[in-house]
């Protein structure tokens, strides 16, 4: 299964953005989602994720309030709305099969990311 990021971009701060996560087949609608992020010279570092059924949201301390994670299975596609944008979101922005581990080291296949830079 492939997991293909998009809709990243340049923005200021406090603009909005929503990142799009398309799969390429209709299993990942039983698999909880996530989105991670790395910013330069930073591991890469939990975001955002959500149950298969959509509802069940879990953030981080840092996007909590800010950040809205869904998706819609018929599409098998998950998305990010990112809200009230800081300078310290610039990051590339990785979607996966969310497995319960906030640690990055414990996924083996990330897909290509999609860079979301905002500036100040």
């Known amino acids: 299964v492939q997991l293909q990021a998009s809709g990243g971009g340049l923005v200021q701060a406090g603009d909005s953005l929503t990142l799009s996560c398309a799969a390429s087949?209709?299993?990942?609608?039983?698999?909880?989602m996530a989105w991670f992020r790395q910013a330069p010279g930073k591991d890469r570092e939990f975001v955002a994720a959500?149950?298969?059924?959509?509802?069940?949201?879990y953030y981080s301390d840092a996007v909590k309030g800010r950040f809205t994670i869904s998706r819609d299975n018929a599409k098998i596609t998950s998305y990010l709305q990112m809200n009230s944008l800081k300078p310290e979101d610039t990051a590339v922005y990785y979607c996966?099969?969310?497995?319960?581990?906030?640690?990055?080291?414990?996924?083996?296949?990330w897909g290509q990311g999609t860079q979301v830079t905002v500036s100040s």
């Open positions: 959500v149950t298969y059924t959509g509802r069940d949201t």
């Open positions: 996966v099969k969310f497995d319960g581990s906030h640690y990055p080291y414990n996924y083996d296949y």
């Open positions: 087949d209709h299993i990942v609608s039983d698999w909880a």
